[in-house]
Structures are given as structure tokens and as C-alpha cells.
């Protein structure tokens, strides 16, 4: 795990070129403290940076920028390729011969053997990377299929950049940091900035399973992306060639898919352990680490005083259950709190899924003990596991055939009770509900159903489950919100199932640019490599080759994994309502954070910054004050954005 940077120019590079190069890499000293570097082509205008975090071969062998045996590719590589040892024993096997133990070494072989693309199509890994060729001038930038690592592009002036992290990018003397008005709509909409975009005009997020191709004298181009993998031939692949044996077949097939990709993800040279919240995904991980490992796994879990937010307790059963090593550790609203002024560095680049403070906790928690920890992100969106998918169908079909002014009507008899109405009203009746319907806050949950029950169509409605400001260019001035991934890919999935269009797009959205982003930086942030096991790309393509029933089954989603899980835990160990791993947001904002969001969401500091239209936010902010309604989610995405600023 390390950090990169890249930049290009059409001319040769100047006297001061590798100082500021090396001003740029310092800037991501946090995500690589262990060693650094730069390398210069001086005559072609290349320069490469990289910062590093020591994994897999602790010796001088695994420095990097590294040049290939042949002498033709130079690279920097951030991420890890889990199946390195098995190409580098087929490599062998052709002549090539290596100099140290490294997973770059063997991926710079692969390039000189296969080419880029074929040899990125053999991976199995996560990883950003910039790749000078030598012989032809041409810079290569690459990002694994599910976008697990980050890779920022663009440029300044005649200067084409690459870096991991945005700070990077600004260390560079010519670089302009201009706010892109559009971009900040759709942090409004999302809570962070989707793929291609970024918050500053000019600079792109490479898109998860691309490459992107730069030459000398494609100066002022924007070059274009190609896919090399994509999710939408992995669902067309999936639908021809359906999984077609039994239940148990299936749970069978995907526990030896799990197995090898736990398996692969705990080599490493340094400590390593696991996050473990106690629900499915995390603990199907660690059940699946300890199982293959003769000593007790490492774990740790974060707990939280207030009841609807602690996990911790249910990790610890988990975990004594399994036999790990586990450490928790219980935080006080204060030091949780103290994370906030943390946050604009930490992301670099407005970011509002307010579980970026327990995500980064852990992290911290983790890297006191080991230097690789292993999470169980990315089981909601491979198999079925969040709310809105079943909750999502079962809303539509029951409001599909209503004529829209019932739907109108239906929508303002849920509004005329307050979200703490509701709260009151459910946790009376909480008795007579079974479990598999209890959720947290279902006030705000029916506010949002209010909103979502004028929809005309599945697309719709799902946009809106997933809409934060629901009118965002209002919000933000001068802004005209651009096409998202959402509108260029839903209609040509070709996915029929409802839950499956939900799935199939918060894969491509909500999972890079949210989930991922939100482990990366918390946990880069402390000098520590997170791997995603459930993320793994075959354990992907499986699940798009399963039926919708094996993932979603009476009314509950994941099936097919709670059904691995069993094989290791008992079931009333898990069996327990979703919870997410989030904090009071909303009564810190009123209470402890009330002074901090007033400086911030000042009226006159709003009106002459001239990003936003100052009503409706004091409107919402108002609101929220007085416990008329909770708007923690819409006020965090401003609060965000406008804490980044004053630090950056």
C-alpha cells in the first residue's frame, strides 16, 4: 500500500522538476512513511513519485519507482496483487528471473511478457498504478475493477498530473484549485463527489477498471478511459451462463471462492489482522481468516456508550466464539467528536458518510497492533444486503398501480406526523413487530418514503432512495448538475429484477466513491493497508451468476453468505436487525457541535463565500434545532464541504 504520483509535460523537465516532485510526494507521506522516491526521464518530460508502505518484501528489492528487468517500463504501484506468487512462478516457468520477493516485480514482468491489458486481466488484486514505456513515451494509468484504490488526473496548464490523493496535486506550483460548482451539487446529492468528477474543475477520478493512455503531445486533450473490466459484461456474462445446481451447491461453490480469497489476502510480511464489526460480512471474513490460520486472528471492533450505535458487543460474542485475539475499544462522544477537525485532511476532498469517524477509529484502533487489516466491506452490494433493495421492490409494487395523485396523497398523510412521532410510535409498537422489520429512525425512513412515493418508475424511485438534497442546483449557486454514471448506465443493464438494477448500481456508484473511499483514506490516514476479500472479482462474476432468491430470500438479503457463515457461527450470533456503523450526527449537531456548525453555516459567511443560496440551508438548520425533523445527512454534506475549505 503506498502512495503515487505522476506528471508529464510536452517539453524537457526543468532544473527544479525533482524537487517538486518530491514536494508532491511528500504531501502522501501518511499513506507510504516507510521509504521514498523519484525517478526522471528528463529529456522525454516524465516524472514518477511514489511513497511506501513496506508489505510484501521488507528489503531494498521492493523500492520503488522500479524499472522492469528489461529496462523498457518504469512504475509506480500502489495496492497489492494477491495472486503474484502463482504469475511468478508461470513467468519463471518462461525465463523471466527475478532480483527480489515483490508483487511489483512480478507485475512489471507480466506487462514485459503479455502487454498491459492481458497481463491487468490476470490480477487478482487492488491497485492504482502510473507506467512509463520507455520505448514508445507513453504514460499508462490503471485502477483495479471495483476502484479499492484511488487515482486523481488532470491538468495544469501544459502539465498533466496523477497522484493518489488530491493534496498531491495541489503541492504542484501551477496547479489551480478551482471549486467545480457542478461537482459540489452532486456531493449535495450523493454526500460525496461520484466518478469522473472531483471537487476542483479540471481534475477526474480515474474510473474503477480502466486505463487511461497519455502521450507528450496530447497536451490540452482530456484523454478518455477504456474499461478493461466492467460490471455490465460481468451481469450480460452472468445472465447467458446462469448458475444452474442447487442451494447447496451454491453455498458449497462460494465458500471455496471465500476461502482462497481470505487466503490470499493474509499474505503479507508484517502483522496483519481484521476489523470486526459482528455482523455478517465482517464476521464471515474473520471466520474464514481463523479457520485457515493456526494462531488466534487479530480483531478489533469499536464500541459506542449509546445503545443504537454499538456493534462492539455483538463483535465480542463473535470473536469469543471463533477464538480470536481480539481487542475493542469503547470511545466517549468526546473523542469521537475530536475526529471531526481531522476530517478535511484526512479526505482531502469533501466527503459526508458521517461513518468516516467510527471507520477511521478502527483503523486507528488496528494499526497500534498490526500494519494490514482485512474488512468485510462490499457484502451489502454483491449480495443483496442493503434495506433498500427489498424494502425498495416491495414499495413499488405496491405503489406501481396507484394512480400518482394517491401516491401525492398517500405521501402527505406520512408526512403529517414528525419523524419523532414516528420513532414514538413504532418503539410502542415495537412488540408486535418481528425482527426482520425493525429498523433504526423509521421516522426518517417514512419521510423518505413520503418523498419517494411520487416517483414514476423504478429509476426514480431508487434515485431518490439514494438523494440527499433533492434539488441540489438550488442549493448551490450557478451550478448545473452533470450526467452521472446513474443516467448513462441504467438503461442498458438489461436487468429486469428491480433489486437487481439497485445492486447493480450501487456497485458502480455508491461502493467506489462512498464504501471504498471511506477505507482508504481512514485507513491510509493512520499507515495501514485494509483488504477487501468479499470484493474479490470472481467472487463478483459468482454472484452475478446466482439467482436473485440466493441472494435475497423472505424478505431478508445476503442469504447465500448468512448460509456460508453458518457453517462457522451460530446463528443467533448474527441473527439481528442491520444495524449501520454510524454515529448521533443529529444530536451531536444540536448539542456538543451546535457553536462549530453556527461558525459554518453562518448566514452572511454563506452569502459572501458565494457557493451556496443561504435559505435552505438555515431553513433545514432551523429545523433541526428545533426537533422538528432530523436533517443531519443534508446538513453534513454542507458542513463538509465547508470545513474542507476553510482547511484547504
Sequence with gaps: MCGIVGLLQPHALGGDARAVLRSMTYRLHHRGPDDSDVWLDERAGLGLGHRRLSILDLSPAGHQPMTSADGRYVMVFNGEMYNFDALRRELESLRHAFRGHSDTEVFLAAISQWGLEEAVRRFNGMFAFALWDRQTRTLFLGRDRLGEKPLYYGWAGTTFLCASELKALRAYPAFKAEINRDALALLLRYDYVPAPHSIYRGVYKLPAGTLLTVKPEDIGR??????????????????????????????????????????????????????????????????LMQAQSARPVKTFSIGFHETAYDEAQFASKVARHLGTDHTELYVTPAEAQAVIPRLPTLYDEPFADSSQIPTFLVSELARRQVTVSLSGDGGDEVFGGYNRYFLGQRIWGGIEWMPRAVRMG???????????????????????????????????????????????NPRALYWGLVSLWKNPTE??????????????????????????????????????????????????????????????????????????????????GKWILRKVLDRYVPRELIDRPKMGFGVPIDSWLRGPLRDWCESLLDERRLRTDGFFDPRPIREKWSEHLSGRRNWQYLLWCVLMFQAWREQT
Design 222 to 287: 482530456e484523454p478518455s478511459p477504456v474499461p478493461y473490466w466492467s460490471l455490465q459484461d460481468v451481469v450480460e456474462r452472468g445472465a447467458a451462463d446462469p448458475f444452474l445446481g442447487t442451494d447447496d451447491d451454491a453455498v458449497a461453490q462460494l465458500d471455496e471462492l471465500l476461502r482462497d480469497a481470505v487466503k490470499l489476502r493474509m499474505v503479507a510480511d508484517v502483522p496483519l489482522g481484521a476489523f470486526l464489526s459482528g455482523g455478517i460480512d465482517s464476521s464471515t471474513v474473520v471466520a
Design 410 to 456: 398517500a405521501g402527505q398523510a406520512l408526512r403529517a406526523l414528525s419523524p419523532q412521532a414516528w420513532n414514538a410510535l413504532f418503539r410502542r409498537a415495537g412488540f408486535f413487530l418481528p425482527s426482520s422489520i425493525k429498523v433504526q429512525n423509521p421516522g426518517d425512513k417514512l419521510q423518505k418514503l413520503a418523498d419517494v412515493l411520487a416517483m414514476d
Design 475 to 556: 442549493v448551490v449557486a450557478g451550478a448545473t448538475e452533470p450526467v452521472t454514471i446513474f443516467n448513462e448506465t441504467q438503461q442498458r443493464t438489461g436487468l429486469k429484477d428491480f433489486r437487481q438494477q439497485m445492486m447493480f448500481m450501487d456497485t458502480v456508484t455508491y461502493l467506489p466513491d462512498d464504501i471504498l473511499v471511506k477505507v482508504d483514506r481512514a485507513s491510509m490516514g493512520v499507515s495501514l493497508e485494509a483488504r477487501v476479500p468479499l470484493l474479490d472479482h470472481r467472487i463478483v462474476e459468482f454472484a452475478w451468476r446466482l439467482p436473485v432468491s440466493m441472494k435475497i430470500r423472505r424478505g431478508q
